[in-house]
Each structure stands twice: as structure tokens, then as C-alpha cells.
């Protein structure tokens, strides 16, 4: 048994969940429940190891989920809209009822902008508009919920984004002009909401963006090109030319970065107040600068 407040984190072996948990353990000030389908991998037990109460549950399963939320002080709640898919919204809300009937002080829920009604359903974000609803409802219903809203990926750079060119340069391709396009690096979400659970009820209510770095996709390969010594060149494509590239879900990707250039709602102001509370919060060329194994595969 302990003193410290209990935080149940959901994805605990995933990136967001990962994340979280990893700082809250360090801290020290937090004991972290963590749900994962497979208590038996290898993360899992890199968490054990670190101390947490690591606990087999499938979020689709109710038992599961009530008994996994008993006695917690409070919660990170991420689902993955692509194992999910047409149920995430139905798990989402089933795991966030759950969680505040168990009586949590603070739920941080991570999700993402609206965007079917945005764009006017000429954007095809099904991954954001499940999140989307439950933030809205449980916004509403006045419960005890700070909302994050995570930006791309640094660590999606080095293998999904940049390609060596012929010549040994490096290129990356991306439908969104000069358009700033927000970015972080998920291993300071885990910082970020270690600081939004120390604040408690003063965010209940609020929308916290892990933003932390807002540049042109030019400046992100000026800024590249000088951590890693290289040239990279950014070419911007036509979003219609973007989403028949034989990539990973270029389709969704499209449509995400056409809503981010169309729909800019984030500002200087939330890279500041992310920066203010999670001071650690790096830009991208800090974050290159700080983890070169990123990068040594696609630079060898």
C-alpha cells in the first residue's frame, strides 16, 4: 500500500500511455495503475519493474474496466481509434463514466479537435470526431476533466517522414504550405500531464494543447538540417497529390494536415503555456539535438 495518489493510466504500453506513466513513476509523487491488454510484454514489464500495478484489462470488456478504476485518484484516458475503430467513442465514454463513478478528482482525457463539423464533412477525421464528442459531453456535464490536445509526432520524422535523396540529402513531403504545423515530441506529454494533474481542479474544464513547436514545414527542414548536419529539403504537394502516395494511411494523414492548414487553432500563446507548464518542453531541434538514436538508422 501507499500514500501517494493513485492514477490509473490507460495505453500504459503505448506512446501516449508510455509516456505518462513512465513520468508520473519517476516523479515519485504518483503510484500509476497500468491497463494494458498484455500484462506479459516486454513494456509491461519494463513498468513493473519501475514500480507499477500493472493490470490486464481490455477497455471493450465492462468488468474489466470497473475493476481496473476501483479506489483511483485520478486518470489518463487515451484510446486508439484505429484497434477500436467505429467503437471508440462507445469504450471512450464507458471508460470516462467509469473512471469518475470510481470517484477521480481529475480525469485527463486525450483527444483531439472537431472536425467533420469544421470543414463542413469535406474532411474525413474519424479519428478525431469520437474524442471530439466526448470531450464536448463531458465538458458540459461540468465533470472534473482536463482535455490535452496532442500534436504530430516528432519521432514520426525519422522513419515515416524523411527519405534520402539520390544525391544524400534528405526530403520530406508534405500537403500544407507555410502554414505553421504544430508539433511535439510524445515524450514530454508524460511532463506535461504529470503538470496538469499537480494542478487539479485549477484546469478542470480546460483545454491544455502538447504543443511544442509551431514552425513552417520549411523551417522544421532548416532546423533538421542543422541538427543533423545534413541538407533537408521540405516539399510542399497538393493534398488531392498527398493522398494517393502509397504511404501508411495517406488518406487520413491528408485529410489531418488539409484540417490543420485549413482550421490553424493553435497559437504562440499554447506552445507558452505548455512551455509554462512543463518547462522541459523542447522544439524540434532541441529534441533532434537530445536523441541522435533517432535519427542513426536513417543516417548510416
Sequence with gaps: MTDRP????????????????????????WAVRAVTRDPRSAAAAALTARGADVVACDLTDPGQVRRSVAGVDAAFLVTDYWSLKEREYEVARRTADAVLAAGAGTLVHSSLPEAHRRSGGALALPHHDGKARLEEELRASGSPVVTVHLSTYYENWPARRLRRQEDGTFAFTLPHGDTPLPAVSVADLGPLVGAV?????????????????????????????????????????PYETYRELPLPHARAVADMLEFTRRHPDVTAADVARARGLHPGMRTLESWADSAPEQFARLLR
Excluded: E, I
Aim: aromatic content about 4%; cysteine-free.
Design 6 to 29: 493513485l492514477v490509473l493510466v490507460t495505453g500504459a504500453t503505448g506512446a501516449q500511455g508510455g509516456s505518462v506513466a513512465r513520468h508520473l513513476l519517476r516523479s515519485g509523487r
Design 197 to 237: 494533474l499537480d494542478a487539479g481542479p485549477a484546469l478542470h474544464g480546460d483545454v491544455v494543447k502538447a504543443v511544442g513547436d509551431l514552425l513552417p514545414p520549411a523551417a522544421y527542414a532548416a532546423a533538421l538540417t542543422r541538427s543533423l548536419g545534413v541538407p533537408v529539403a521540405y516539399r510542399d504537394v
